[in-house]
């Protein structure tokens, strides 16, 4: 992989900017610029048809300055140790920058999922599970979901480190089914989130929210919530796509129905979906439709020097962790196109995470419309800090948001010191 698209470079060079403008001591810098834990495992995993099969995964703890670590768990043939180790730094900056009590983890198995069974992947779950507990507790390292892990995979592993300790630990993990201590609003959160940046941009911008023309990459729970939201608030979504390619209507897709048809395939993939007026294109031309807002909601790496002097959006809001490579980042800036940054957007869900651990220590639940209302004013206040600090700084956002986080991060770190 080259330095351009190695995540982990990548986040190293975002974190390197926003130290040399913050001036932090040289000694700081070694410490942030780098994971704390890395935990590498390889573990065998019974398939049905009797063999054993060996499998990698990875638990990175970035920053514990300022409290437990939080960060989600993915499942993909493309994870590995650099792209985890970028997830990590990104949580750490991005529970600052929304300013909760944690640091930033991230984990990850190398598996393509779509190829086992679902018993095949509750063993792969529970022994991962098993091999990183060393490193999980309430009070140490909390996971949640990310790509391809959803609430079930999350209740396996709550019941998993509960067998272990013999009494039930819901705040082991969040993201998990309402029914064993999940949150109210937390499958929504993170898309939840995207459409209020979505809005709040609108509104500073003095853009009308109603017939924005809005395309998104990526159909699952990001990207379709995120859908689903804007549609609702007044928006047209004109452009999907997900791993089987892109739909296109320039009138206005059928999200709903895009939504009913994957939830009733496996993956929830739009692989078949079809409508009148409806245009199959491929991905990369989807990222390249004229729209007033763009969304990518699916992995890293999407928006590249190669792509980004194509981009026709206006306005480009992140769902997704690390979609828009530093390269990419300056020619959309030269052109003008404003970009909510990955740390703040996509934070709906690790803040809502952070409401499930808290109602699952304290063992008392808050209803959707606490959970709503909180969700609204912790990310519309981090958004408003970062809008007025770009402003005043004539900076983008994106540098604007690591100057927040990373400053609070190592406010942190000093004020603890160094021990011994
Ligand atoms: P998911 O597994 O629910 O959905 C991923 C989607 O991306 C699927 O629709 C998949 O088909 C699509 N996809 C995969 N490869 C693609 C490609 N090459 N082109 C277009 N689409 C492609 O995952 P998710 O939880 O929605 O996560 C999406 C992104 O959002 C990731 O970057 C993740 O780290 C980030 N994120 C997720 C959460 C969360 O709460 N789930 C929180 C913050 C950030």
Not at 3 to 26: C, G, K, M, R, V
Not at 91 to 97: D, E, I, N, R, S
Not at 284 to 310: F, G, K, M, Y
Not at 379 to 385: K, L, R, S, T
């Given at each position: 992989?080259?330095?351009?698209?190695n995540?982990f470079?990548?986040?190293?060079?975002?974190f390197d900017t926003?130290a040399?403008?913050?001036n932090?001591?040289?000694?700081?810098?070694?410490?942030?610029?780098?994971?704390?834990?890395?935990?590498?495992?390889?573990?065998?995993v019974?398939?049905?048809d009797?063999?054993?099969?060996?499998?990698?995964?990875?638990?990175?703890q970035?920053?514990?300055?300022?409290?437990p670590?939080?960060?989600?768990?993915?499942?993909?043939?493309?994870?590995?140790?650099?792209?985890?180790?970028?997830?990590?730094?990104?949580?750490?900056?991005?529970c600052a920058?929304?300013?909760?009590?944690?640091?930033g983890?991230?984990?990850?198995?190398?598996?393509?999922p779509?190829?086992?069974?679902?018993?095949?992947?509750?063993r792969?779950?529970?022994?991962?599970?098993?091999?990183i507990?060393?490193?999980?507790?309430p009070?140490?390292?909390?996971?949640a979901p990310?790509?391809?892990?959803?609430a079930?995979?999350?209740?396996?592993?709550m019941?998993?480190?509960?067998?272990?300790r013999?009494?039930?630990?819901?705040?082991?993990?969040t993201?998990k089914?309402?029914?064993?201590?999940?949150?109210?609003?937390?499958?929504?959160?993170?898309?939840?989130?995207?459409?209020?940046?979505v809005?709040?941009?609108?509104?500073?911008?003095?853009?009308?929210?109603?017939?924005?023309?809005?395309v998104?990459?990526?159909?699952?729970?990001?990207?379709?919530?995120?859908?689903?939201?804007l549609?609702?608030?007044g928006?047209?979504?004109?452009?999907?796509?997900d791993?089987?390619?892109?739909?296109?209507?320039?009138?206005?897709?059928?999200?709903a129905g895009?939504?009913?048809?994957t939830?009733r395939?496996?993956f929830r993939?739009?692989?078949?979906?079809?409508?009148?007026g409806?245009?199959k294109i491929?991905?990369?031309?989807l990222?390249?439709?004229?729209?007033?807002?763009?969304?990518?909601?699916?992995?890293?790496?999407?928006?590249?020097?190669?792509?980004?002097?194509?981009?026709?959006?206006?306005?480009?809001v992140?769902?997704?962790?690390?979609p828009?490579?530093?390269?990419?980042?300056?020619?959309?800036?030269?052109?003008?196109?404003?970009?909510v940054?990955?740390?703040l957007?996509?934070?709906g869900?690790?803040?809502?995470?952070?409401?499930?651990?808290v109602?699952?220590?304290?063992?008392?639940?808050?209803?959707?419309?606490?959970?709503?209302?909180?969700?609204?004013?912790?990310?519309?206040?981090?958004?408003?800090?970062?809008?007025?600090?770009?402003q005043?700084?004539?900076?983008t956002?994106?540098?604007?948001?690591?100057?927040?986080?990373v400053?609070?991060?190592?406010?942190?770190?000093n004020?603890?010191?160094?021990?011994?």
């Amino acid at each position: 992989m080259s330095d351009q698209s190695n995540p982990f470079h990548i986040a190293q060079q975002q974190f390197d900017t926003a130290a040399e403008l913050l001036n932090l001591s040289d000694n700081l810098r070694a410490v942030l610029r780098v994971p704390q834990r890395e935990l590498t495992v390889n573990f065998p995993v019974k398939m049905d048809d009797g063999r054993t099969e060996m499998f990698t995964g990875y638990r990175v703890q970035h920053n514990l300055g300022r409290g437990p670590v939080k960060g989600g768990i993915r499942y993909h043939p493309a994870v590995d140790i650099d792209e985890v180790r970028a997830l990590a730094m990104w949580m750490t900056w991005k529970c600052a920058l929304v300013n909760i009590p944690y640091g930033g983890a991230k984990g990850g198995v190398v598996v393509d999922p779509k190829q086992l069974s679902l018993a095949e992947l509750e063993r792969l779950t529970r022994r991962f599970a098993t091999e990183i507990s060393i490193l999980l507790g309430p009070e140490k390292d909390i996971p949640a979901p990310d790509v391809n892990t959803n609430a079930q995979v999350m209740a396996w592993i709550m019941d998993t480190i509960s067998m272990h300790r013999g009494y039930t630990v819901p705040a082991v993990i969040t993201g998990k089914p309402l029914n064993v201590g999940g949150s109210l609003g937390r499958v929504e959160a993170t898309g939840r989130g995207v459409s209020l940046m979505v809005r709040e941009l609108a509104r500073r911008l003095s853009r009308p929210l109603e017939g924005m023309r809005v395309v998104v990459q990526g159909f699952g729970n990001v990207g379709s919530t995120a859908a689903i939201l804007l549609e609702r608030m007044g928006c047209t979504v004109i452009g999907i796509s997900d791993a089987t390619g892109g739909y296109y209507r320039g009138t206005g897709l059928d999200i709903a129905g895009m939504r009913t048809f994957t939830d009733r395939h496996s993956f929830r993939l739009l692989e078949g979906y079809s409508a009148p007026g409806v245009e199959k294109i491929s991905g990369q031309e989807l990222l390249e439709l004229e729209c007033d807002v763009l969304i990518p909601a699916a992995l890293e790496n999407q928006i590249t020097e190669r792509n980004a002097s194509r981009i026709q959006a206006a306005l480009i809001v992140e769902g997704a962790n690390g979609p828009t490579t530093p390269g990419a980042d300056a020619i959309l800036a030269e052109r003008g196109i404003t970009v909510v940054p990955d740390i703040l957007a996509n934070a709906g869900g690790v803040i809502v995470s952070y409401f499930e651990w808290v109602q699952g220590l304290q063992e008392f639940f808050w209803t959707e419309e606490d959970v709503n209302e909180k969700l609204e004013r912790i990310i519309v206040g981090a958004f408003d800090q970062v809008w007025e600090m770009a402003q005043r700084r004539s900076i983008t956002l994106r540098l604007a948001a690591y100057l927040l986080a990373v400053q609070r991060v190592a406010d942190a770190n000093n004020t603890r010191g160094v021990y011994p």
